[in-house]
């Protein structure tokens, strides 16, 4: 056998791949698996993002995997600890020898002829170009572009003598100490890194368009520290997980079904938190709970910032860049030794690879999910994708044991491909996320798979209506079109399925 012929390749050595190999190594040991990392180290987004405080916007008793509970009285991990957690995990379960770091896929070719995908890697420390093949490909590669995050243009931006920085470009070893910090955005991101420069910068301010819905949650979750201290550590870490999957999941059903009295609490909720002396309209949303994603905050470090004095906050548009700083619409000026444009990210699928059947290019944005885990008409390929609304890795461990039901269900009946079909018309013309209203999102929408009318193509986001799907409806399903594993000679090239 080809060294690089495998069973099952993975794309993405973050958070989605090492799960979903450690669920693939521990329930089908017998495949002959490996990940393929662009990076030269696990950790994927955890290890990208190097900005100050950087930190899960879930608690991480239902973000970390189900297989290894988080133990950690910590209710949002760090950075740092993330990716060592990540790390730690992939050599618990052998994963850390199956990895091939330096790899970027260019592309992924199905072949009809051999039933293979076809994989062509640039190793991009040598230049070299690495060629891999696969029974089954499976998809870990998050939804936005590692290379660049969005970054729109400022009038005015080349007279500014400061530094200016995009998080996802974060400088090694930078000195804000002192300094007077703007950040434009109003996101995760900034919400994170302006307590966290907070602490020795001059004053960071957080200038935005328009304000987000954030709230504050518990910085240690002293219940479950003190539950096991009575019971065996994993029953306890077993019930908070329980709680917190369903607490979110209420939260966000809450949000959707009573928008404006979530809306009041959650105001009231921020009202205490920064105190009277600071104008509500900073932290006002005009949009509805979960038209775009909540803002976490542990002990509520950003309004604690702001009433203290260490942090403001200025609403308003940008006229232009200066040299001393950012003129706003309305007259004022901000002073800045430094800008970070927390702007957001670029949406980007597979990594950005090109997906092909038998050398005709795949449009994914024009096809649909199966169960949000396989690609409409495509074969033996699963993407994995998380949650938006509660934590990414529940979707990832369901969709990883979904796979693991379909891989032992094809060899116990001799299968060798597998691809769903469409044949009632079920595609809309809205995106699997339109739902949300997030500016990254929006701008971006048009890349990614449609919206399906009704199970199993359409994309719920909901936890138990997703595992009442995948884990325990019958695998064998009429949308489903097996091909039974050849005995003698290969079939020959056939039209692909598009």
């Known amino acids: 056998m080809n060294n690089n012929d495998y069973d099952v390749l993975i794309i993405g050595a973050g958070l989605s791949g090492i799960g979903t190999a450690c669920h693939l190594s521990e329930e089908c040991p017998e495949k002959r698996l490996a990940i393929l990392e ?12 190097r900005y100050p405080g950087i930190r899960s916007d879930s608690d991480m008793l239902s973000y970390g995997y189900r297989f290894r509970p988080w133990d950690s ?14 790390q730690d995990t992939a050599q618990a379960f052998g994963i850390d020898d199956k990895i091939h770091f330096g790899l970027k896929i260019i592309g992924a070719d199905w072949s009809t002829a051999d039933r293979r995908w076809h994989l062509t890697a640039l190793h991009e420390a040598s230049g070299s170009l690495r060629t891999y093949r696969c029974k089954h490909l499976v998809c870990c590669t998050g939804y936005y572009n590692h290379d660049e995050g969005f970054l729109p243009s400022f009038a005015g931006e080349e007279d500014f003598k400061g530094l200016r920085i995009h998080p996802q470009h974060w400088p090694q070893n930078l000195d804000y100490t002192g300094k007077r ?16 420069m907070a602490q020795t910068a001059g004053h960071v301010t957080m200038l935005q368009r328009s304000p987000s819905y954030i709230y504050s949650l518990p910085a240690e979750d002293k219940l479950t520290a003190a539950l096991t201290h009575l019971m065996p550590p994993r029953w306890a870490y077993a019930l908070a997980r329980k709680r917190n999957i369903l607490m979110y999941r209420w939260v966000y059903v809450a949000c959707r079904r009573w928008p404006t009295l979530m809306r009041k609490f959650l105001l009231s909720h921020v009202r205490r938190q920064v105190g009277p002396g600071v104008d509500m309209r900073h932290f006002t949303p005009a949009y509805m709970p979960w038209d775009e994603r909540l803002c976490a905050v542990p002990g509520g470090d950003l309004f604690k910032a702001v009433r203290q004095g260490k942090a403001s906050v200025a609403t308003d548009r940008i006229e232009r860049f200066t040299e001393r700083g950012i003129l706003l619409k309305s007259g004022q000026h901000l002073d800045a030794d430094i800008i970070v444009t927390a702007t957001g990210l670029k949406l980007q699928l597979l990594g950005g690879l090109t997906l092909s059947v038998d050398g005709v290019p795949y449009p994914v944005n024009e096809h649909l999910t199966y169960k949000g885990v396989l690609l409409e008409n495509l074969p033996n390929l699963a993407w994995i994708f998380g949650y938006t609304n509660i934590s990414w890795t529940l979707k990832v461990s369901l969709s990883a044991r979904y796979l693991c039901r379909l891989f032992k269900f094809m060899d116990r009946h001799g299968l060798e491909t597998v691809a769903p079909i469409d044949d009632d018309g079920n595609a809309l013309n809205d995106g699997i996320m339109d ?10 929408r048009q890349i990614l798979p449609r919206q399906g009318k009704a199970h199993p193509w359409r994309v719920l986001m909901n936890y138990s209506a997703d595992k009442q799907m995948l884990l325990k409806d019958p695998v064998e399903d009429p949308r489903l079109t097996f091909q039974p594993l050849r005995q003698a000679q290969p079939a020959p090239r056939t039209t692909a399925l598009l």
């Open 435 to 444: 739902s949300m209203k997030s500016g990254y999102i929006q701008r971006d």
């Open 181 to 196: 910090v703007v950040v434009i955005g109003s996101g995760a991101t900034a919400a994170t890194l302006i307590p966290a």
């Open 73 to 86: 009285p910590k209710v949002l991990a760090d950075g740092a600890a993330l990716r060592q957690y990540i």
């Open 38 to 49: 662009r990076r030269d180290c696990a950790g994927g987004t955890w290890d990208l993002f």
